[in-house]
Structures are given as structure tokens and as C-alpha cells.
């Protein structure tokens, strides 16, 4: 499975932004679609996931802002992020989890930066 997430930039504190990845590759397979974010000096962390299923998870401090969502055919996540803050300046990436083995891919990143 290959990803590419697009739609990261600057943004003044307050503003929105929506990301996407696109998946491709053996997409039949995977079960949970999410992203994940590393703020500078942080570890990454949870910002949303959801699963074939429907369900949907949030990290605490993203929740209420963003949504996430995804297309039926599993080709696509989206994140909308809304009343940016500075904290939430880092890199975000796609992840995706397949059925029964649970191998995990990354994308390979989007910069966000809130800032006025």
C-alpha cells in the first residue's frame, strides 16, 4: 500500500485546513485508516482513526476541531481541522492498518503550520 497526503501549509491561528491522503496498492486490505502527528520535539501521537467499521477515535486535544473521514472504497482519508491553533504546528501523517496481519503503512508527511 502506498500513500500520499496533500493539503498541509500555513494557516492563521482560527483558520481550517483539510488534508488528504490517497491510498493505492492492495487497498482491499486495509481495515483502519488514520493520521497521526509529531509537533517539534514531541513523539507522535493520535490525532484520529477510523476503522472499516465506522468507528472513530480522537486524540483529547484535537477533539471537537477535527473530523475525520473516508471514502467507501478505502482509497482515501480526510482530515478537516478547524480552529487552528498553534499548537497544533507539526507534521501530519496518513496511516493505514490492513485486516488480520495488522502491517501498518505512513505516509510520508504534510507540514502545518499555525501562525500569524
Known amino acids: 500500500v502506498q500513500l500520499v497526503e496533500s493539503g498541509g501549509g500555513l494557516v492563521h491561528p482560527g483558520g481550517s485546513l483539510r488534508l488528504s491522503c490517497a491510498a493505492s496498492g492492495n487497498t482491499f486490505k486495509i481495515d483502519v485508516m488514520g493520521w497521526y502527528r509529531q509537533r517539534p520535539g514531541k513523539q507522535r501521537e493520535l490525532v484520529a482513526t477510523?476503522?472499516?467499521?465506522?468507528?472513530?477515535d480522537y486524540g483529547d486535544s484535537v477533539k471537537g476541531r477535527f473530523t475525520i473521514s473516508r471514502d467507501d472504497a478505502k482509497t482515501a482519508v480526510f482530515l478537516h481541522m478547524n480552529d487552528l491553533n498553534p499548537g497544533d504546528t507539526a507534521v501530519y501523517y496518513c496511516n493505514v492498518v490492513l485486516g488480520f496481519s495488522s502491517v501498518t503503512y505512513w505516509g510520508q508527511g504534510a507540514q502545518v503550520t499555525v501562525s500569524s
Open positions: 477510523i476503522s472499516s467499521g465506522g468507528r472513530v
